[in-house]
């Protein structure tokens, strides 16, 4: 359990910093940046598989890049569902969910793997 809420702050750690780099992505404060990264990953966990399944071959026929479009949509709608975060354009909807993946994966990658061997 207390490796399923680290890897929430993570993500939550991450999405604050892809709001400071002004690509697009912004929040107004703390709760809003809070409930962005619950919305985000509600939205990942049961939306996205359904979503991958349902575009499947047409996923296969773009090699992937579909995928792309779809996190870009997906992140999108938690910015409208979510009052005080903000997706600003294409380039906030497309570069967000990557610089947040990155991140993420790297915070999990240091923060969690030390964890485990302590």
């Known amino acids: 359990m207390n ?3 680290l890897r929430w702050v993570i993500s939550g750690i991450a999405l604050a910093i892809v709001g400071h780099l002004g690509i697009g992505v912004s929040y107004d404060s703390l709760t ?3 409930w962005a990264t619950v919305v985000i990953g509600l939205v990942n966990s049961l939306i996205r598989p359904v979503l991958m399944i349902l575009t499947l071959p047409l996923n296969i026929l773009t090699f992937g890049l579909l995928g792309f479009v779809i996190n870009a949509i997906l992140f999108t709608v938690a910015g409208n ?8 354009g294409i380039l906030g909807a497309l570069l ?5 993946g990155i991140l993420s994966s790297i ?12």
């Open 3 to 5: 490796k399923w809420v």
């Open 32 to 34: 809003a940046l809070v």
């Open 81 to 88: 569902s979510v009052p005080g975060f903000h997706v600003h």
């Open 96 to 100: 967000g969910p990557i610089l947040m």
């Open 107 to 118: 915070l999990n990658s240091i923060l969690v793997e030390h964890r485990e061997d302590a």
